[in-house]
């Protein structure tokens, strides 16, 4: 950083190179581009920040993220209360809405199991999992989890807890995404799809 930069704007660069995706170097250039339209960037970002931090809370049930507690899903009648999608975090669930076609409700994980980073069962939601789920409303939870090692550990792990619920347990299906290309996908991937074939 130039020694021209006073304090306030280093800070500014220190805080955006800590979001997620943003280092030294875009931090110092998105700090540029808000401090270049304060009038049309940085004043609105500010406000929206603070109205962000007084007034989003994470909901009671679900886990996820609204102004409101419950949620907006978990307030809403027209959803299938049957159906629980599980998800490792709230950008997941707003991935899954974007689909537009899961018409049940959530539960945020808020994490996985990693015996590597040493997070154990105790620090995700899955006590609240397991209360849902035994409650007797639901019918089917989805494990619509990442297809890593550490998804695969608690896909697993939860499937395995929830069985004296009597729910039913399923997990997204893996494999060619529609459009596309064979030459263009990875082994696992092509391995899964195989695995998971379907009649024609």
Do not use: N
């Not at 704007?9 to 270049?36: H, N, Q, T, Y």
């Not at 109205?51 to 959803?79: E, H, M, W």
């Not at 015996?115 to 619509?144: H, K, M, N």
């Not at 092509?190 to 695995?195: G, K, P």
């Amino acid at each position: 950083m130039a020694a021209s930069a006073g304090p306030e704007i280093e800070r500014l660069i220190a805080l955006l190179s800590k979001l997620p995706g943003l280092g030294p170097r875009s931090g110092r250039r998105a700090a540029l581009a808000l401090l270049k339209k304060r009038d049309t960037l940085l004043a609105p970002l500010t406000a929206a920040l603070v109205d962000a931090q007084a007034k989003v809370r994470t909901c009671s049930v679900c886990g996820s993220l609204d102004t409101s507690d419950p949620c907006a899903i978990c307030a809403d009648q027209t959803r299938d209360p049957r159906l629980i999608c599980v998800v490792e975090e709230v950008g997941s669930l707003w991935a899954m809405e974007r689909g537009q076609s899961f018409k049940g409700r959530y539960h945020v994980l808020g994490g996985l199991l990693s015996a590597l980073d040493g997070i154990g069962p105790e620090a995700l939601r899955v006590g609240e999992l397991l209360s849902r789920a035994t409650g007797g409303e639901i019918s089917e939870v989805i494990l619509a989890l990442p297809a890593t090692v550490d998804g695969q550990t608690t896909a697993h792990y939860l499937a395995d807890r929830l069985v004296p619920s009597g729910v039913s347990v399923t997990m997204l299906a893996r494999g060619v995404p529609v459009g596309g290309d064979l030459d263009w996908l990875d082994d696992g991937t092509i391995a899964q799809a195989l695995r998971a074939r379907r009649p024609a």
